[in-house]
């Protein structure tokens, strides 16, 4: 931070300040870099098929395409391949969910609810807590 420069006695103290907090930030952020937040939340992705990774990944990459220049045929690509990632996503959970609703009505699917029941109350547990 004393290679970055001394901070001079101001008028103000506002000022003196103001300089002080600029000389501090970018400092510390060449140092320890720049994050972008919290933890990520896993999602819940398995009913996901090719057609949803697929459908997905074109609108990420149309979202790029937006980011760096917001023209209107990328704007209007990017809703185009946003509308056919939730349709592809809304598709491939109905099937998934009608598969496991019919396998939940044989005598394994038994088996499955209370598997999902133990994993669900697991992860709602709170680690930190001690009995």
Sequence with gaps: MLGEGLWEEGKDAEDMWLKMATCV???VSVVFSVSRGGKQVGKDTWWWNDEVQRAIIEKKECFKRLHLD????NI???NLAKRV???AVS????KAYDDLYQRLA???GEKDIYRMARIRERKTRDINQIK
């Design 76 to 78: 209007e690509s990017y």
């Design 91 to 94: 598709v491939a959970k109905g």
């Design 106 to 108: 044989t005598k394994e």
């Design 25 to 27: 930030r970018k400092v």
């Design 70 to 73: 917001k023209s209107a045929a």
């Design 85 to 87: 990632a939730e349709r």
